[in-house]
């Protein structure tokens, strides 16, 4: 059993920046790969970056690109989400997520645990 929790989120203004991180905790911890997601309101869940758990290979969607930057600590089993220049089209609801398939690392379907999610409001 893996649990996740996110936490950082916040109200920001536009160009502000925030750094969100995730904790996991289980048994055993040893994904292949650790993601970022978002949710907006009536809209589909959409990747935002991720990692590999193993050499700390990144990528990231490209609506981010640039102005996010994933790393992950493998000693303390956790994963930040540094965020800046923060847009008003960057508020959702962001969700870590662990990965232990073999599903393409940018879609939601391969990942198996997932946090809570915590809010990003960026106002113009």
């Known amino acids: 059993q893996v649990q996740l929790v996110e936490s950082g989120g916040g109200l920001v203004q536009a160009g502000a920046s925030l750094r969100l991180s995730c904790a996991a905790s289980g048994r055993t911890f040893s994904p292949n790969a650790m993601g970022w997601f978002r949710q907006a309101p009536g809209k589909e869940r959409e990747f935002v970056a991720a990692?590999?758990?193993?050499?700390?290979?990144?990528y990231y969607a490209d609506s981010v690109k640039g102005r996010f930057t994933i790393s992950r600590d493998n000693t303390k089993n956790t994963v930040d989400l540094q965020m800046n220049i923060l847009k008003p089209e960057d508020t959702a609801n962001y969700y870590c997520a662990a990965r232990f398939g073999s599903v393409l690392i940018t879609t939601p379907r391969g990942y198996n645990y997932w946090g809570q999610g915590t809010q990003v409001t960026v106002s113009s």
């Open positions: 990692i590999r758990w193993s050499g700390g290979t990144t």
